[in-house]
Nanobody
């Protein structure tokens, strides 16, 4: 059974940092592009960051460029999102997604992890 499990969310003050992790199982992780999405209440789902299957290319939402870094460790079947200089507007549920294509949303989703940025 395909499974993606996010972890690392929580409450952090503005300017703080968090690192999210997403571990996959039940599929060939190294062959899949991985993407982080987020969704705040009342807002559309937004692509935050994406990484190619081998980790050679990345892309980010303009709102997080320079602050967030996506990376992956295929030996551990895990993708990460390092979030620095967090802002209240980063508050959302963050979801991990796996798909065959870098520019197409994949079929596999994690359960989400809540990130709250507040003083």
């Amino acid at each position: 059974q395909v499974q993606l499990v996010e972890s690392g969310g929580g409450l952090v003050q503005p300017g703080g940092s968090l690192r999210l992790s997403c571990s996959g199982s039940g599929f060939t992780f190294r062959n899949y592009a991985m993407t982080w999405y987020r969704q705040a209440p009342g807002k559309e789902r937004e692509l935050v960051a994406a990484i190619t299957s081998a980790g050679g290319s990345t892309r980010y939402a303009d709102s997080v460029k320079g602050r967030f870094t996506i990376s992956r460790d295929n030996a551990k079947n895990t993708v990460y999102l390092q979030m620095n200089s967090l802002k209240p507007e980063d508050t959302a549920v963050y979801y991990c997604n796996a798909g065959r294509y870098y520019y197409v949303t994949g079929d596999y989703w994690g359960q989400g992890t809540q990130v709250t940025v507040s003083s």
